[in-house]
Each structure stands twice: as structure tokens, then as C-alpha cells.
């Protein structure tokens, strides 16, 4: 039972919990107990040196920007007035708080209010649908379109509509990169052929794979009726991170070992069973590396994209909360930086266990 | 002096001028163009293999063994000459050639009796199901690997990958089997233990053979004939000798056998000289 459990915590990466692990179930405790130390404590001290570093460093911000208020206001509006923003800014009203990087307690709090705003919405988005359900029903009968809900989507909808988005991309890319790149890994004509492809796309910035895309998106889906900016961010987001899947897989195909192409070759091996049986499982565990790369590639450009292509999204959200620029916009925003960057390790566990679950070690 | 040598194998080998040759090279060249000249590593190579004989090709590292075997295989092309095999001359790779390669070269990810059976498959390819499992499992025990069909080829030892690679061969029922230095990436014990397998094979199949190696005993142990290469470029074969033990052999009886020796020294001569 034991190491069962410590076989599937390392399997999922977390395998500094082992000494923990076997410290509860009382196996040597000295020695575990100093590794558990070792292994945890350590890393738990380094969170709490940046909290501090973080907060001190934003209170110094703080501090900074106050002094600049109060010297403009004494400036512009005399002593009186410079006296009043001072003891404004001392009691922490936020009508004259210093809009700065905020400190972890704000950040903190933000994520409750994010909690907070977020059942709310879903509470009302609930009730409407609960309310429609009849009349959109006998709309439907009548053969008219529904109603449906148009409020303002909360933080934890952007989290999952940008899932879906990224998703949908690297779905995408799979699509195209994969086949491609076993192709292009094939043929040493084709690689050399359509290198220049590779190599002028790869560095194009996803702006302006954004910008290529609509321009085709607008043209070709002018009268279908689906979400066009959910479907020009997930293409951007698809071809924008499809490269490092395509060069893997494309290396990967074309380097498989000698010895491998030559049992092909003895036992004459026919084309398909050659690809997919040799071939494909010997550089699985290269397609996987590129795979990692790409879904991590994704989420990174889809908050760009997203923030441009005006579609919803945590991207739309950061945008959206620059913007507005009220007393708790800039939490909000860090709050999505640290939601955006626990998101984004998650995936990347996740395909690390595929890998592990597909490839062989050898 | 080669010329002689090769008058003599005519001599020997060709009594009534009728025999069968499995196998024959004729004036069998390979060039390496590099960029400062081409390099010759064989010219002018002959050799005949009886049907049924086994032949170990002994030589120092980097005088082409490798090379002619691997163009033997089909799997480097031929600079010059001719390669016949049956009375046709080979034009590739091919299941009636069974080639050991030095390293096992096993597909890790599949279980020994799936890397038996992705050659049988191709062979057999009229059998069922069942007759192409039941060929894979014959040879993967006739190997001594009963109880691992199942197991992962990455999961094996070398010594259990490489009688899974000798099964892989054996399993294509082929004309001639080519082995590559088979045990040289074993450990001395495991290297004996598989000469031994291979050994009690080729005597109950009566399998042609020919057997790249480093190591003297070996090739005495497992041969019919030994070919001295000389060193390269332009490699040639130096001296041919004749083992005539008889088979079945076993080690004991070998290593005791009076013309043991002899043997053993003239091998270790021609390597020396």
C-alpha cells in the first residue's frame, strides 16, 4: 500500500512528498524526518521569503507614489489640501489609496472578492436561465431563436472559456503538426523542400498570426453563424504553438535508430506497418517533448491573443481590469498572473503523466 | 600468395566440381568515397558457402567484417562483384537472410514474443493467428525464454534480448543466418551460455551460417571453417582453416579434443602476424 503510494506521488511528479510519506506511516523517523525537512520546509521558506520581499517591495511602491500625490496636491491645490490627502492615505481609504503593485494581503483578499463575484453571477446566470427555461421553450416550438444569457461572464468563466480556447488550439496543432511532421521526417525531399516554411513561420509573433487569421476568418465564415473571435484565437493559438510539435516529430522520424530502420529492412517491413509500428512508437517520446512545448507555447500566447482578439477569456479579463482601473484592478491582475501560471504547470503535469503513460524508457 | 589460397579452397572444397554452394561471392568490392580519395575497405573478395556449413569470419576491428557482412544482409550496397545466394544474385534486404545484429536491436516497447512475431508475420503470412504464435513461441523456447514471451523487451537482460534477437532470425526460417559479433556485448558467462543455445540450434536445424567474431574459441566452438580477413583497406581473406569436429559438439569435448590447440595457435598466429 506503502509504496504504492509513493510510486503514483513520483509518477505524478511529486515525489518530494516520499520522505513525508513514509515519515507518517513511521518508517525511520529520523532519516525521514530530516528528509521531509530537507524536502518541504525549505521550499515552504523560500514562498514565505518572497511574500516578504514582495511585500515590502510593494509597500515601498507605495510609499513612493503617496509622496508623489501629496507633492503634486501641494502644489496644485496648496498645504490644506496636502494635509487632507496625507491623513486620506494614512487611515487607507480607498478613494485615495496609492495605486501601486499591490501587496499580497490586497491580492489575497482580491481572490475572495473574485469568489465572492463570481457565485454571485452564477447565482443570477441560474436564476435566468431557470426563468427562460419555459419561454425558451416555447420559443423553440415556435421555431424562433432563444434567449439566451448575455451578463458579464465571471472570472472562473474566462478561466474555463480560455481552457476551451486552448484546447481547441492545441487540438489543432496536433492535427496539423503530427501528420505533417511525419511526413516532413520521412522524406529528406520534403523536409529540404519545405524547411523554409519551418523556419520563416516559427519566430512570427502571435500578433501577427492573430491579425493573419482573422483577415482569412472574416472572409471565409462571413454568414456562419459561430463565435468568430472563439474561433480566430483558437487558430492563432493552434498555429502559433504547432512549430515545436512539428520540428520534434519531424526530427524524431527522421533520427530513429539505424538499428530499428534495419530490422525494418530485414524482415521488409511494408511502408505502414514500417511507420506504425518502427517508427511512430520509437519517437514517441520526442513527439511528447514537442507536445509539452507546444500546449505550454499555447496557454502562453493565448492571454495575448485573447487580450487582442477582444475574446473572451483571462486574457479579455487582464485587459478588461487595466482598463476599468479601479481600487482592486490591479489585485485582480495579479491574481490572473498567479491563476495563469499555476494553469499553465498543471497542464504540463498533466502531459508529463501522458507521456510517461504512452513512451518507453529503455 | 592469396591466389594460392583460393586455388587451395577450389581444391578443397570443390572435389568433383559439383557441389552446392548456399552461397557465393564473387570478386566482391566495396569503396567509401571520402573527400580526399576513395577508400577501398574489400576488393576482389570470393568466398562459397556450402549448404548446411557454418562459418566464422575472424579479423581485426575495422578490416570490413562488418561491411561484408552488412552487404551479405543487403543492407549496404555492393561496390563491385556479385553477391548469389541460391543462384540469384541478392538486390536487398530480405527475411531469407536471418541476420544477429550485435546489438539486439529489439523494438523495447513490444514484448519478446511481438518482436518474434513482426518477421513471422510478414513470412507466414498465410497462417493463422494461432500457427504464427505458436512458430514465435517454438523459437523463443528452443532459446530457453519459455516463461518471458510476455515480458517487455526493455524489461529483459542483455544476454535474454539477445536469444530473443536469435529467435527473431531463427523464427523467419531462413536460408542462411548472418550473426554480426552476436555475444560481444555479453559478459563471459552469458556469452558461453548462448554459444551454447546457438550451438544446440545449428546442429538440430542444420542452419548455413555465417558468423562475424573477435574471439578465437568461438569461432573454433561454432564453426565448420574459420576466414582469416587480412587488415584493411583492401582487406582479403589471409588463410582459411578447416575445423572438423564432429556434431553434435559439445564444449568439454572440444576443449579436449587433441588438434584443439593446434588450431587455437594458428588462429592467434594469423592474428598476431
Redesign the interface.
Known amino acids: 500500500m506503502k509504496t504504492k503510494i509513493i510510486k503514483a506521488v513520483q509518477f505524478i511528479g511529486l515525489g518530494y512528498l516520499e520522505p513525508l510519506i513514509r515519515l507518517l506511516t513511521g518508517e525511520d523517523l529520523k532519516k525521514n524526518g530530516k528528509e521531509a525537512f530537507k524536502r518541504i520546509l525549505f521550499p515552504l521558506l523560500s514562498v514565505v521569503l518572497f511574500i516578504l520581499l514582495w511585500h515590502s517591495f510593494s509597500s515601498y511602491l507605495n510609499n513612493v507614489e503617496s509622496e508623489i500625490k501629496i507633492e503634486k496636491a501641494l502644489k496644485d491645490q496648496g498645504p490644506e489640501a496636502a494635509k487632507k490627502l496625507e491623513a486620506c492615505i494614512a487611515s487607507g481609504d480607498i478613494s485615495c489609496r496609492p495605486n501601486s503593485l499591490p501587496s499580497p494581503a490586497m491580492v489575497l483578499s482580491a481572490v475572495g472578492k473574485l469568489w465572492d463575484d463570481h457565485k454571485i453571477m452564477a447565482a443570477k446566470k441560474q436564476e435566468f436561465i431557470d426563468k427562460y427555461e419555459s419561454i425558451n421553450a416555447e420559443r423553440e416550438a415556435k421555431g424562433q431563436i432563444k434567449i439566451v444569457y448575455t451578463g458579464r461572464p465571471s472570472f472562473v468563466d474566462q478561466i474555463v472559456t480560455s481552457l476551451k480556447t486552448v484546447f481547441a488550439g492545441f487540438l489543432l496543432s496536433i492535427i496539423i503538426a503530427v501528420p505533417t511532421g511525419i511526413l516532413l521526417g520521412l522524406s529528406t525531399t520534403l523536409r529540404t523542400s519545405f524547411n523554409w516554411i519551418v523556419q520563416i513561420f516559427k519566430p512570427v509573433s502571435p500578433v501577427v498570426w492573430l491579425l493573419l487569421v482573422s483577415m482569412i476568418v472574416k472572409t471565409v465564415l462571413t454568414n456562419v453563424d459561430v463565435e468568430k473571435s472563439f474561433v480566430i484565437s483558437f487558430i492563432s493559438v493552434g498555429l502559433c504553438s504547432m512549430w515545436a510539435t512539428l520540428v520534434n516529430t519531424s526530427v524524431g522520424v527522421s533520427s530513429v ?1 539505424k ?2 530502420i ?2 525494418a ?5 511494408g511502408t505502414f506497418s514500417k511507420v506504425f ?2 517508427i511512430l ?2 519517437c514517441f517520446p520526442m513527439i511528447f517533448t514537442g507536445l509539452r512545448i507546444t500546449l505550454s507555447v499555447a496557454w502562453m500566447v493565448l492571454i495575448a491573443i485573447e487580450l487582442l482578439a477582444q475574446s473572451p477569456g483571462l486574457g479579455s479579463f487582464v485587459w478588461e481590469e487595466f482598463q476599468n482601473g479601479s481600487s482592486d484592478s490591479n489585485s485582480k491582475i495579479i491574481v490572473a498572473m498567479f491563476v495563469i501560471g499555476i494553469i499553465g504547470f498543471m497542464l504540463d503535469r498533466v502531459m508529463m503523466i501522458f507521456q510517461k503513460l504512452l513512451t ?3 | 600468395m592469396i591466389d594460392a589460397i583460393l586455388d587451395k579452397e577450389k581444391i578443397d572444397r570443390d572435389p568433383q566440381g559439383f557441389e552446392k554452394y548456399m552461397l557465393e561471392l564473387s570478386n566482391l568490392t566495396k569503396v567509401y568515397p571520402t573527400p580526399t580519395g576513395d577508400f577501398v575497405v574489400l576488393e576482389n573478395l570470393n568466398l562459397k558457402i556450402k549448404e548446411g556449413e557454418f562459418v566464422s569470419i575472424i579479423g581485426h576491428s575495422g578490416c570490413g567484417k562488418t561491411t561484408l557482412l552488412s552487404m551479405i544482409a543487403g543492407l549496404n550496397p555492393i561496390s563491385g562483384g556479385q553477391i548469389i545466394l541460391n543462384g540469384t544474385p541478392i538486390s536487398g534486404p530480405g527475411p531469407d537472410r536471418g541476420v544477429i545484429f550485435q546489438s539486439p536491436s529489439l523494438l523495447p516497447w513490444m514484448s519478446a514474443l511481438e518482436n518474434v512475431l513482426l518477421g513471422v508475420e510478414k513470412v507466414f503470412a498465410h497462417a493463422t493467428k494461432k500457427q504464427r504464435d505458436d512458430i514465435c513461441k517454438y523459437y523463443l523456447s528452443k532459446v530457453g525464454l519459455d516463461g518471458a514471451f510476455d515480458k517487455k523487451a526493455k524489461d529483459l537482460s542483455q544476454g535474454m534480448k539477445q536469444r530473443v534477437g536469435i529467435a527473431r532470425a531463427l523464427a523467419l526460417k531462413p536460408q542462411i543466418l548472418l550473426l554480426d559479433e552476436p555475444f560481444g556485448m555479453l559478459d563471459s558467462l552469458t556469452r558461453g551460455e548462448l554459444q551454447d543455445v546457438l550451438l544446440e540450434v545449428l546442429d538440430k536445424e542444420k542452419t548455413t551460417g555465417i558468423m562475424i567474431t573477435h574471439d578465437v574459441d568461438e569461432s573454433i566452438f561454432l564453426a565448420d571453417r574459420v576466414i582469416m580477413m587480412t587488415s584493411g583497406p583492401r582487406a582479403q581473406i589471409g588463410d582459411i582453416l578447416d575445423i572438423n569436429y564432429e556434431r553434435p559438439r559439445n564444449r568439454k569435448s572440444i576443449l579436449e579434443h587433441p588438434t584443439y590447440y593446434d588450431n587455437r595457435e594458428h588462429l592467434i598466429n594469423f592474428l598476431e602476424h
Not at chain 1, 529492412?265 to 517491413?269: R, Y
Open positions: 535508430d538499428d530499428y534495419n530490422v529492412k530485414v524482415l521488409q517491413l509500428k518502427i512508437p520509437s518507453f524508457t529503455d
